[in-house]
């Protein structure tokens, strides 16, 4: 615990420390424009205190985020609680339904020869192109076709979550050894029963270390599917707005909200994981 | 619709042509491993193109295959502009500069275990977070033009690879390290003739990760804001004239592109670590 | 003239459950040139003894010096060379690259280097497979290299941790043979731990018989067998008897435990 905390003192440090600095120049301009001389004292409050600061202090990010959390209506549209939400409900539908293909397409691709030498070359090399870039023309098809809200950013969520999912889930599956398939092959089991004793138990660890990996991914997916011009709601619409806005401090406040919800989402798997694996006895 | 059930037909064909090669003996050779999943491709290309003209689908909504074609080879000029500004003057500074403060910073404290226990896990958190969300805080620091978006590329990067490198340097074995103290070798020459080799394999699975991350930090950071040119910018204002083939255009030159990068660095990967089992491995 | 001596030599490790006497009151001399084995069962201590000389370990009790010095000073002198159960050579080297490790980190001039790679590969019987990558060696092979790169430093004393452990019987019994005449060419000083009490027997001028819980030193033999020893020597009774006499070294220390 002490080194981390350690690290993250330094961090505060250094960044109180940059806000001074950054902030320092539009203090300096401010003082100058009005004629006034500016001491070193009054630059150090300035700085700290500025509406729209280029960089603002951590304190400020702080007040923001607990206004805009504990201090206004959840249902209000200045919420964060209220757009972090809207991106959440978005992420988990498109992580549901991404994992649930991607875990079907692993079991075909390792089920099915054809499958496998046809699909899986793809599904590797998908991993190397930006499918995020593809975005913005998803919700903007989707809705001239008359589908918007949460759908069309689930279905980014869902395709960015599909093929980590895929890749770690036909790792998993793959992982027997030689030794115990051959043992399977010795009793007669099936393929199936070889699948539910066996490969499915096995891929467990595969599986949960992909689905972190996916659920960051959705998420990072449903916040892009939000900036797209018209969109209002949810964590990347309040990053975009700020930032057309030059409200720093919203910024963020917002970044920081979804911060916390990837760490969420991330540390749910792994508690999910945790239990999971513990009662299989392959805890570590 | 003779577009419609040719295609299928021709799918539907081209699959089982593929089912049968898979289960023949000719899977073995690397020829026919290259030709299945080549034949999916185009057969997928084919049915897209058959769809949508069979059915009548409106450009705006999806373009078929050959209006994409046509659209890449009449615009290349402007196709390689928004190429260079993005992927060679966004994606690729950022990428080496990030990758080499990591690596730096990885070696900077591995004499420090009090400093690796309290940078790891902050290096984990940060590398799950949705990054991209600082692309409008940095185009506020460094403007619109590729510096913002290099910046976005660094911090994409620097922490995959970070944890990489560290995982890296602790790979060798007691045994490895206690040879080395048998001969009375310094810090230094531990470090240069034994870990880094042996972290090679770690950081190149961190670099290839960082190919992918690195093209998606400078596209995606230009939807924030960015002059007008970059594949980013491109993307969402054609998405806004719903010039579909042109967007369509972009993805398929940034998906080259990514492939390109991944591709080079396996590449380099297979030279540097030709002794590690898994390039050693025919399957 | 006594190379390595050890007088009330302790070393206790301290565990989550208690201390662990890995080596207590242990009193040995080797003299130069003798071919000492150390055997005993798992925790008798024989590895935590030879990691010690190697100023791996520390002794926390007792008096060890190796060639009149510490033993990290010995270290630092570069006075020995050690041989581990694995080969651990770096995929990444050639097997002359391997075997130059030592000399690079050494300080030894380039033409040395090689002139020295070429030697001791000679000496192991490799010669001809410097170009070659470690992984395309057998075990038995690169077993071999390893023991070339501890000789490459001209230490006078070799150190040998179980070095053929992990290889098949028929393999053994070779390297055993070319070990010895290794040992007759070159003088040497030898401290090896091995698990097998023909092996000891065999190779040894002196065979350290040790029991675990604390380790300690249970019987010193000092083999009365001929230098040159042929592999049938290990039919002959006095050989038998001397192996007697280990094992039943073995089992008064060992107790009824299993």
Request: charged residues 15%; contains cysteine; proline residues 5%.
């Amino acid at each position: 615990m002490l080194p981390v905390l350690t690290v993250l003192l330094a961090i505060l440090a250094l960044w109180y420390a940059g806000a001074v600095l950054m902030n320092a120049q539009w203090a300096r301009d401010q003082a100058a424009r009005a004629g006034v001389e500016i001491g070193v004292a009054e630059i150090l409050r300035d700085t700290m205190s500025q509406e729209r600061p280029v960089l603002p202090a951590p304190h400020q990010v702080a007040a923001e985020f607990g206004k805009t959390v504990f201090g206004t209506k959840v249902t209000s549209k200045r919420s964060l609680v209220w757009h972090g939400w809207v991106t959440l409900s978005a992420t988990a539908v498109g992580f549901a339904l991404g994992s649930a293909a991607g875990i079907l397409l692993a079991i075909g691709i390792v089920h099915s020869r054809a499958m496998d030498l046809s699909v899986m070359p793809w599904a590797i090399a998908s991993q190397t192109i930006p499918i995020l870039a593809i975005a913005p023309m998803v919700i903007v098809v989707l809705s001239s076709m008359g589908v918007t809200g949460l759908l069309p950013k689930a279905i980014i969520s869902a395709w960015l979550s599909f093929f980590p999912v895929v890749v770690g889930m036909v790792k998993g599956l793959r992982a027997p050894d030689a030794m115990q398939l051959d043992q399977l092959k010795t009793w007669g089991a099936s393929k199936g029963q070889t699948f539910w004793k066996l490969r499915l138990p096995a891929s467990m660890p595969y599986l949960f270390a992909s689905l972190k990996v996916s659920v960051a991914a959705s998420l990072v997916g449903a916040i892009v599917g939000e900036l797209p011009a018209g969109a209002t709601a949810g964590l990347g619409a309040r990053l975009l707005s700020g930032s057309y806005y030059g409200q720093t401090v919203m910024i963020w406040a917002a970044l920081f909200a979804a911060a916390l919800l990837a760490a969420a989402l991330v540390g749910l798997i792994a508690a999910i994981e945790r239990v999971v694996l513990r009662r299989m006895g392959m805890a570590r | 619709m003779i577009w419609l059930w040719g295609s299928l037909a021709l799918w539907a064909a081209a699959t089982a042509l593929n089912v049968a090669l898979a289960g023949s003996s000719l899977a073995r050779s690397r020829a026919v491993r290259l030709l299945i999943p080549a034949l999916f491709g185009v057969t997928l290309l084919v049915l897209w193109e058959g769809v949508v003209r069979g059915l009548d689908v409106s450009p705006v909504i999806l373009p078929p295959p050959s209006a994409i074609g046509a659209r890449i080879a009449g615009d290349l000029p402007l196709l390689w502009t928004d190429f260079v500004q993005t992927i060679l003057k966004g994606a690729l500074p950022g990428y080496a500069i990030g990758c080499g403060a990591a690596v730096l910073t990885a070696i900077l404290i591995d004499r420090s275990p009090f400093l690796q226990r309290g940078l790891l896990p902050v290096g984990n958190f940060v590398a799950a977070l949705p990054v991209v969300g600082i692309a409008p805080i940095l185009v506020m620091w460094f403007g619109f033009d590729w510096q913002s978006k290099a910046a976005v590329v660094v911090v994409m990067v620097f922490f995959p690879v970070l944890v990489n490198m560290v995982a890296g340097l602790a790979a060798t074995d007691r045994m490895q390290r206690d040879l080395m103290a048998t001969w009375s070798a310094g810090y230094w020459q531990s470090l240069v003739k034994l870990r880094l080799p042996a972290a090679l394999p770690f950081l190149f699975n961190g670099l290839k990760i960082a190919t992918t991350l690195a093209l998606i930090g400078a596209i995606v950071a230009e939807f924030f804001g960015s002059p007008t040119r970059g594949m980013g910018f491109r993307i969402s204002t054609a998405v806004g004239q719903l010039a579909l083939d042109l967007v369509w255009a972009e993805i398929a030159v940034a998906a080259l592109a990514g492939s390109a990068f991944y591709g080079l660095v396996a590449l380099i990967e297979r030279g540097l670590t030709f002794w590690h089992p898994s390039q050693r491995a025919r399957v | 003239m006594t190379v390595i001596e050890a007088r009330n030599v302790g070393l206790t490790f301290a565990t989550n459950d208690g201390p662990v006497h890995a080596l207590k009151d242990v009193n040995l001399s080797i003299g130069k040139g003798e071919f000492v084995s150390f055997i005993g069962p798992s925790g008798c201590g024989k590895t935590t003894f030879l990691r010690a000389i190697a100023a791996l370990e520390h002794p926390t009790e007792g008096t060890l010096t190796v060639n009149g010095m510490s033993p990290d000073a010995a270290r630092q002198a570069r006075a020995y060379g050690y041989v581990f159960q694995a080969a651990g050579l770096y995929p990444w080297r050639t097997i002359a690259g391997n075997v130059r490790l030592p000399l690079e980190i050494m300080g030894f001039s380039k033409a040395e280097q090689a002139e020295r790679v070429e030697r001791v590969l000679a000496l192991v019987d490799l010669e001809g497979f410097g170009k070659k990558f470690p992984w395309q060696l057998s075990g038995g092979m690169q077993q071999r290299a390893s023991i070339a790169r501890a000789l490459a430093f001209d230490a006078d004393i070799l150190l040998m941790d179980e070095p053929f452990g992990a290889l098949d019987e028929i393999v053994r019994d070779r390297l055993n043979e070319e070990l010895l005449a290794l040992w007759a060419r070159t003088g040497k000083t030898i401290g090896f731990v091995t698990h097998s009490i023909p092996e000891a027997v065999y190779l040894s001028t002196k065979i350290v018989v040790m029991s675990p819980r604390p380790g300690r030193i249970t019987d010193v033999i000092d083999s009365p067998l001929p230098r040159e020893r042929p592999l049938e020597i290990r039919d002959t009774p006095e050989f038998i008897a001397i192996a007697h006499r280990v094992r039943e070294g073995l089992r008064a220390g060992h107790g009824y435990e299993v």
